[in-house]
C-alpha cells in the first residue's frame, strides 16, 4: 500500500488525510492484530503477561490530533495508526519484553522512547515505553503480509501501575483531567510518585522471591530441608522431589488456583506438617513411580499437587487425614485413589461408608 505524501499544509490537508485514513483504516486494524498474534507467540508464557491488546486509531481521534501545527504531513508523521499495548505484573519484565520486540521487529529507534527516562530526574508522571515499529522485510515478503510494506505501528509496554496512572491522567471525560489548582495538582503529581515507588517495591519483592526459590531448590537438592511449609518452598520442593512425575506424564504441577493451594495447606498444618523435612519424612518411596504407572495404565486421571499431597496424607494415616484434615471438603474419591491405597494394602471400604464417598472414575 502506497502512502499519499502531503508536503505542504493547507486547509484541505486535513480532510484529505481524514479520508486517506478512512479508506486505510482497514488495513491497520488487521495489522494491529497480525502483530498482537505475533508478540503473544514470541512471549509464549516466558514473561508473565497481564494483557496484550490492540487497536487501530479511531477516526475522530485521528482528525483531532493532526489539527496540531506540526502535522504537516499528517499520513507519514503519524505512528500509531496501529497500536499494540503490553501489560507487565512488574517492571523486570518491561526489559525482558523490550528485547524480544527489538529482535523481531524493525524498530524505529529515533521515533520509540521510554517516557520514564525523558521525565528526568526531578518529576514524575507518566511512564511507559513505546516503540514505532515495522514487521521485518523478511516477512513483508510473504504474500500475506506484503500489504503492510509502508505501514508501521505502535507498541506500548508498561506494568499495571503505570497503566494505571496513565489510564486516570489521559481520561478526559474524567475529573482529574484539565488544569487543576495548584494544590491538588501536586498532590496528583506527588501520587505519581508514590505509585512509582510501589512499582519498585514490587519488582524488588518479585526479585527477592525468586531469590528465595532459587535457594530452596538448591536447598532441596543438596537434602537441606529445614524450611518452613509456605508457597514458595512447597512447590519448589514439590517440582524438585517429583521431576521424573513431571517429566514423564501429564500430571500438573501447580495447585490449580490459589483456593485450592491455602486449602491443601491447611490440610498440611492440621495433618501435623509445618516444615518441608516433615513433609519428605512421609512421602513414600515409590509414590512417583506408582503415578507413572497410572500413566502408563491408560487412566484417565492423573492429577495435580492438592491429590498428590492429600494421597501421601491418606497413604500414611487415612484415619488421621479423614479425622483431622478433611472437613467434609469434598464427598468423592477417585478410583486412582482408591487403587493407590489399595496398593499399600489400605482397606477403603469403611472410609468410603463411613464418610458416604462416591467413587468417581
Known amino acids: 500500500m502506497a502512502k499519499k505524501t502531503i508536503t505542504k499544509r493547507t486547509d484541505s490537508t486535513i480532510t484529505n488525510a481524514v479520508t486517506w485514513y478512512t ?111 515495522k514487521l521485518p522485510k523478511e516477512r513483508l515478503k510473504l504474500p500475506e503480509y506484503k500489504k503492510f510494506e509502508n505501514c508501521c505501528f ?63 531448590d538448591s536447598d532441596t537438592k543438596k537434602g537441606n530441608l529445614d524450611l518452613s511449609i509456605d508457597s514458595i518452598s512447597l512447590i519448589s520442593f514439590l517440582n524438585v522431589k517429583f521431576n521424573d512425575l513431571i517429566k514423564h506424564t501429564n500430571f500438573d504441577p501447580s495447585f490449580i488456583n490459589a483456593e485450592f493451594e491455602k486449602m491443601v495447606m491447611n490440610e498440611l498444618k492440621d495433618f501435623g506438617i509445618t516444615s518441608i523435612r516433615e513433609l519428605d519424612e512421609i512421602i513414600p518411596a515409590d509414590i512417583s513411580e506408582k503415578y507413572i504407572s497410572y500413566q502408563i495404565n491408560k487412566l484417565s486421571y492423573i492429577g495435580s499437587y492438592p ?30 485413589t482408591i487403587e493407590l491405597l489399595r496398593s499399600y494394602h489400605i482397606d477403603t471400604d469403611e472410609i468410603v461408608k463411613k464418610y458416604h464417598l462416591k467413587i468417581k472414575n
Open 23 to 133: 479508506e486505510n483504516r482497514p488495513i491497520y486494524e488487521l495489522l494491529s492484530k497480525k502483530v498482537e498474534i505475533l508478540i503473544r507467540e514470541i512471549v509464549d508464557n516466558s514473561i508473565p503477561i497481564h494483557e496484550i491488546n490492540s487497536r487501530p486509531k479511531e477516526i475522530n481521534s485521528f482528525a483531532k490530533k493532526i489539527e496540531a501545527p506540526e502535522y504537516n504531513d499528517p499520513i507519514n508523521q503519524i505512528t500509531d495508526l496501529a497500536g499494540i499495548r503490553i501489560i507487565t505484573y512488574v517492571e523486570s519484565d518491561l526489559e525482558k519484553i523490550s528485547t524480544l520486540i527489538e529482535d523481531c521487529f524493525d524498530i524505529d529507534i529515533d521515533n520509540s522512547i521510554d517516557k520514564s527516562k525523558a521525565l528526568g530526574e526531578d518529576k514524575v508522571g507518566y511512564r511507559s515505553i513505546h516503540y514505532v515499529g
Open 307 to 336: 491429590g498428590l499431597l492429600r494421597n501421601i496424607m491418606m497413604v500414611n494415616n487415612l484415619d488421621k487425614y479423614f479425622e483431622s484434615c478433611w472437613y467434609g471438603h469434598f464427598n468423592i474419591i477417585r478410583l486412582s
Open 154 to 216: 505502535e507498541i506500548q509496554i508498561r506494568t499495571i501501575l503505570q497503566h494505571a496512572w496513565a489510564e486516570i491522567e489521559h481520561d478526559r471525560n474524567y475529573k482529574f483531567s484539565g488544569e487543576l489548582p495548584p494544590n491538588l495538582k501536586r498532590r496528583f503529581k506527588v501520587l505519581a510518585g508514590v505509585l512509582e515507588l510501589a512499582d519498585r517495591e514490587f519488582n524488588a519483592i518479585a526479585h527477592e522471591i525468586d531469590e528465595y526459590s532459587k535457594s530452596v
